[in-house]
């Protein structure tokens, strides 16, 4: 554990009347389809890509939506072969990267055609077996080296890359720790930062696929990463609820900002000078300072936020609302929802 760190912790407190009031005026939800998941934005195309693995157990694919960013209406459903959980976006060349975490695959979807135009299969599980050993989680592409980072949850975790142009596996980075979640690039100084539930921050050099070194997350349950334009790592942690701000470089803790309970996604906004962080637990956005951590705003979304994503251009962030999970009446059933999960545009 690193030795020193300030504390910037803001209330706990419920959101005031004004921002509660703020708060609602600006959301605009609507309800989608069962099994969403990530999203992601596309400038070039002004569309809104929200993943959707659809009803488990039901024997059919995933679907990508087309949304309009503006008002949520829907565009286009592209129907995937295998469930879609994780999105990454190569946006230049028009590709959509998918995470077919049930399938221990990462399909790609042509957005010009509208086809799936390239898998790749990272597992394979035996005659018998229900599930794959490794369930791909999240995505991140480098558009300087056309790779996709992919995390795998499985015990222990591991990190693969592929080349995206023929989806090709290039390395496959073996004990990250259990469950390894989350994800970091630094393109730049050719780094790579995974999270795990051993409570550990792992960094890969990307040029040569090896672990330099490891440090402590300060973090009971360290989830989703990401890095500030100072090179400052920002981990969530699902059991305080806090958002660790670490020293990419020394591991040291730097400050806690605390979120709200449940702390799961996050993203800059508004050139960094705002981050965005998904609240499961407390059905909730919190809108952070980061050099202080004063909460700005907190938008109140019910049921369980989940992946978020940033519109810079319009000013807006996209929130996936996952329904509250009903337990399945006999013991081989699947666990489902009584209504779809929903997407919110929450205007910045």
Known sequence: MASTYAVAQASNAEPSPA?????????????LARGLYETTYSAKRNTLYVAAAQQFGDGKGGVVFALDPATLAQKAAYKVPFKAFS???????GELFIGNTMDARVSKLSLDTGKVEGVRQLASKKAGEKYYPVHPRTLRFDSTRQRL???????????????????????TINDLGKWTAG?????????????????RIDVIDTSSFRKLKSFSADAEKPTNLA????????????QSGDVVVLNAKSGEQLKRLHSGKGALALSFAKQGKVLLVTNR????VTELDPASGKVLNTFMLGANPNSLTVD????????????????????????????????ARIAL
């Open 19 to 31: 921002q509660q009031q703020a708060s609602s005026a600006s959301i605009d939800k609507k309800a």
């Open 87 to 93: 999105l990454a976006l190569d946006d230049q060349r």
């Open 227 to 238: 890095l500030d334009a100072a090179g400052n790592l920002y981990v969530t942690d699902q």
């Open 281 to 284: 637990e407390a059905g909730s």
């Open 183 to 199: 994800l970091a690039l630094d393109p730049q100084h050719q780094r790579a930062y995974t999270s795990n539930f051993d409570g």
């Open 312 to 343: 810079e251009q319009h000013g807006a962030v996209f929130v996936t609302i996952k329904q509250e999970l009903q337990k399945p009446s006999t013991p081989d059933g699947e666990w489902t929802t009584a209504k779809p999960d929903e997407i």
């Open 149 to 171: 980072y992919v995390t795998a949850v499985a015990a222990p975790g591991k990190l693969y890359v592929i080349d995206t142009r023929n989806m090709q596996l290039l390395k």
